[in-house]
């Protein structure tokens, strides 16, 4: 199969029923990694390729108050890391982000999105080649979703200021299911900091608002 084809829903792996449930504490945060959003707290969901690099990205900055990495925006319930890396679940690589918006903005999150990664590349991100790796916003609010949309459009036009032609392949929805990785997913490059990180930006700025 092609891989870098989202797999229709009548293809995808059954998955199964039972959830991967993280039995770590945040190895950052110390708190629980599936902890229910407390109230005046906002969520996003991002993927910018390998989610190894994109969580450690996310726990460094200011406001962010828990961060765990999963699979999202595909058919198969509950799948497994192996399962996603086939192509056959039609899920990609994401980050779960927890913040305190008074202490950061969603526009500052956003530009830490769009300028650490390459939001040109369909599905891939650098040498990582395949669904699981396409860039998108899960949003969970429709103020959300209109500020990741304008965000989208100012980076699209910082590109272009740039001379870049490419065009932002950016998936911008709503939420759906977030299913977490499993525990050694979990802010892999604390507990292993010579490990993989493919983050790779344009070196292109957002502009400011």
């Known amino acids: 199969m092609d891989k870098q084809q989202i797999i229709s829903p009548e293809a995808a792996l059954p998955g199964r029923s039972t959830p991967v449930t993280p039995t770590e504490n945040h190895a950052i945060f110390g708190t629980r990694i599936d902890a229910a959003v407390p109230e005046g707290m906002e969520e996003i969901v991002l993927g910018m390729g390998c989610f190894w690099g994109a969580?450690?990205?996310?726990?460094?900055?200011?406001?962010?108050?828990?961060?765990?990495?999963?699979?999202?925006?595909?058919?198969?319930?509950?799948?497994?890391?192996?399962?996603?890396?086939?192509?056959?679940?039609?899920?990609?690589?994401?980050?779960?982000?927890?913040?305190?918006?008074?202490?950061?903005t969603l526009d500052q999150l956003l530009a830490q999105f769009w300028e650490s990664h390459d939001p040109t590349q369909g599905m891939r991100q650098g040498n990582d080649i395949g669904t699981q790796y396409r860039s998108v916003i899960y949003t969970t609010s429709q103020t959300q979703q209109a500020h990741a949309e304008s965000s989208k459009e100012r980076y699209q036009s910082a590109l272009q200021a740039d001379q870049r032609v490419a065009t932002i392949t950016t998936e911008i929805l709503?939420?759906?299911?977030?299913?977490?990785?499993?525990?050694?997913?979990?802010?892999?490059?604390?507990?292993?900091?010579?490990?993989?990180?493919?983050?790779g930006g344009t070196g292109v700025c957002m502009p400011p608002q």
């Open 55 to 104: 969580e450690r990205l996310f726990w460094k900055q200011p406001g962010v108050i828990n961060t765990a990495v999963g699979y999202s925006g595909g058919f198969t319930p509950n799948p497994t890391y192996q399962e996603v890396c086939t192509g056959q679940t039609g899920h990609t690589e994401v980050v779960r982000v927890v913040f305190d918006p008074a202490q950061t």
């Open 174 to 199: 709503p939420a759906t299911a977030f299913y977490y990785a499993e525990d050694y997913h979990q802010q892999y490059l604390e507990k292993n900091p010579q490990g993989y990180c493919g983050l």
